[in-house]
């Protein structure tokens, strides 16, 4: 099993382009989430999904859109790239209960 | 969801039991307690949850108090591999979705 797949791994910007971060999990999951997390900080909350066709903001959702395109895959996009957006990204997935999944997160730089 | 408080950096001695605590004062009767680890820059890992009663299985033990208002993860005999943040998260365990919320954890290392 594949689990929770994120893609790049990594990803380096300039200011102000824009780009798409993927999450796929082949678990038949209902619930996705999106963190991001900063050098020696916690996980932050960007956005999740508790269910396919819906999609709810999270801690710190200011400069990201997520689309939930089908149970399968939820995409994190930043339209236009800040330096404070640095971080390490982490896409998760949990059926319901108790267990969430995590994927080996995208690492993104952005100068 | 209720908030936590954890210490945010711990020692253990390698084969010694490692206690790491959690305070959750305000926790409602219908949220459970989690805990998850984050080995170094990997993504979290799911250990153990709870309710009331304490819980054991093959990675830790859970200890609740009674009063439900603190709860201590027991990692029975560290190794270096135990080195990680763990993070306390209380939140209704319903099978809904909705957020799941971390804090800033704790970071435990295990030193020979």
């Known amino acids: 099993n594949a689990g929770v797949t994120q893609t790049p791994k990594f990803q380096v910007l300039k200011t102000g382009q824009s780009m798409t971060l993927q999450c796929a999990q082949d678990?038949?999951?209902?619930?996705m989430y999106w963190y991001r997390q900063d050098p020696g900080m916690g996980l932050r909350l960007i956005y999740y999904?508790?269910?396919?066709?819906?999609?709810d903001k999270g801690e710190v959702p200011n400069g990201y859109n997520v689309s939930r395109l089908n149970k399968r895959e939820f995409s994190l996009r930043l339209e236009s790239a800040a330096p404070s957006q640095t971080s390490v990204y982490f896409c998760?997935?949990?059926?319901?209960?108790?267990?969430?999944?995590f994927g080996q997160g995208t690492r993104l730089t952005v100068v | 969801d209720a908030k936590t408080t954890q210490p945010p950096s711990m020692d253990c001695a390698e084969g010694r039991a490692a206690n790491l605590p959690c305070n959750h004062s305000?926790?409602?009767?219908?949220?459970?307690v989690y805990w998850y680890r984050q080995i170094h820059s990997q993504g979290p890992q799911y250990i153990i949850h709870?309710?009331?009663n304490n819980e054991t299985n093959e990675m830790a033990s859970l200890i609740i108090t009674e009063d439900r208002k603190s709860s201590t993860l027991i990692l029975p005999h560290a190794t270096l591999r135990d080195t990680a943040v763990y993070y306390c998260?209380?939140?209704?365990?319903?099978?809904?979705?909705?957020?799941?919320?971390f804090g800033q954890g704790t970071e435990l290392s295990v030193k020979p």
């Open positions: 998760a997935s949990r059926r319901g209960g108790f267990e969430a999944f």
């Open positions: 678990m038949n999951h209902n619930s």
């Open positions: 999904s508790a269910s396919e066709g819906t999609t």
């Open positions: 305000t926790i409602s009767g219908n949220e459970y």
């Open positions: 709870g309710l009331k």
């Open positions: 998260i209380v939140r209704v365990g319903d099978n809904q979705g909705g957020k799941l919320i």
